[in-house]
């Protein structure tokens, strides 16, 4: 098969000294579920910011879809739409207005356009609500806008961070039904976050965890779940990151930088 994503000894340093991300490698095939897992703080943002071209990796080397995001990033932007945890949409445009403010971002032909959106918000199932403004629209109506607005330019991978968070399980399956259908008929890459373990063994072809910066499995499900003697992924997840509840990243990251500014801020005087 052939591979999607390629990430090869990629280690994250912040201020040289902070490492979060600690030498990992994984490749992601084309057409598959790849579900990337880990406790708050373990390295996942940070990865997933590295493969969106958010930030560069102190060392080691990334291609998505065959391109360096170091040196290609407009062509890595153009291979895949994401979907963020945090919303992304603009609460006063419609869904429709929303959707075409995104083709011009991603240079969708205009001629294109108009077909493209009754596409994508048909397969949602919100193309009877394109003139509706979004804050009008509950939870589960604006993650599927989300996730047809980063299919609009016709991405070979989408990442999903955390997708169906604080949505109700009807939605939640009704979410992940659009996202198979889309993996199974289109051969969508689909690389994705979640805390919800029961959607990863639904869903995910593969499982990576990372734990402090390293990656600790790569496998499938299963395998994961037999070779940790546990029943369920939920288990085998606590059981190989442990029980302690983490800071995030973000947090943890930026009490880092403070400490160090107020350092050097000492060193000065």
Known sequence: MPTAISVKNITKKFNHTLVAVDGISFEVEAGSTFAFLGPNGAGKTTTIKMLTTLISPTSGSITVNGFDP?????????????????PSLDDELTAYENMFFHA??????????????????????????????????????KRRLEIARGLLHTPAILFLDEPTVGLDPQTRNHIWEYIKKLNKERGLT?????HYMDE?????????????????????????????GTKSLEEAFIKMTGHIIRVDEATAADAFRKMAAMHQGKNRR
């Open 104 to 141: 011009g971002l991603y240079g969708v032909p205009r001629k294109d356009t108009p077909a493209k959106i009754k596409e994508m918000l048909g397969f949602v199932e919100l193309w009877d609500r394109k003139d509706d403004l979004v804050k009008k629209f509950s939870g589960g109506m």
């Open 190 to 194: 689909v690389f994705f976050t979640t």
């Open 70 to 86: 170091t040196k290609d990033a407009k062509k890595v932007r153009k291979s895949f739409g994401i979907v963020f945890q945090d």
């Open 200 to 228: 990863v063994e639904r869903i995910a072809d593969r499982v990576a965890i990372i734990d402090n910066g390293k990656i600790i499995a790569n496998d499938t499900a299963a395998n994961i779940i037999a070779n940790s």
